[in-house]
């Protein structure tokens, strides 16, 4: 029997259309998911998913229980001269990762690394909320702008993985402005400087 005072209902609702939604996205991938093919599936009204995660992103977000907003975070930083985008960016990322919900993304992120699915949904929210936005702000053709922000991607994933997973010293205790002073001139490089010809969209592989 339930706790006095509390209805067991809306819980049960999000935790049924959660795995309802985490079934759709690892089935058929975040583009062609919809929010009422979500509610179908988890025999609720569409109203209810709308209500308790407000957007597909935001649905995405709560399935890989991830708590900040990436799309929203990346286009806070995008107005301003585009010289210094790189500096925005990475003083942003680097605020939200020492909050508590940066520490608590994190580690969900550990946890969507330790399968297959996890990892593909990962990617999916990485490639539609960060990297998509962020090439769509670049100037340049398609493959070029996209080829700078999987570079940028890179060097964040680089400092993420020694500064909050191996701790590494002097990086993992060093300040904001010392990193932003040491990495901020190589992505903007990349979002903006010039790349080696032959480096752009080599498309992948080894000749």
Known sequence: MPPAGRRPGPSRTREAVLV???????ARGFDAVTLRRVAARAGVDAAMVTHHFGSKGGLF??????RLDPGAEVAAVLP???????????????VLWDA??????LAAVRTALQDEEGTRLLRELVTH????PLADALTGPAEERRWR?????????GLLLTRHVLRLEPLASASHADLVAALGPTLQRYLTGPLPPA????????G
């Open 100 to 105: 508590p919900a940066g520490a608590a993304t």
């Open 20 to 26: 309802a939604a985490r079934e759709e996205f690892a």
């Open 149 to 157: 922000v999987d570079l940028v991607a890179s060097q964040v994933v």
């Open 61 to 66: 977000r709560a399935v890989l229980d991830v």
């Open 199 to 206: 480096s752009v969209g080599a498309g992948g592989g080894q």
């Open 80 to 94: 301003g001269p585009p010289d210094a985008l790189a500096e925005r960016l990475l003083t942003r990322l680097l």
């Open 129 to 132: 909320q960060v990297l998509g």
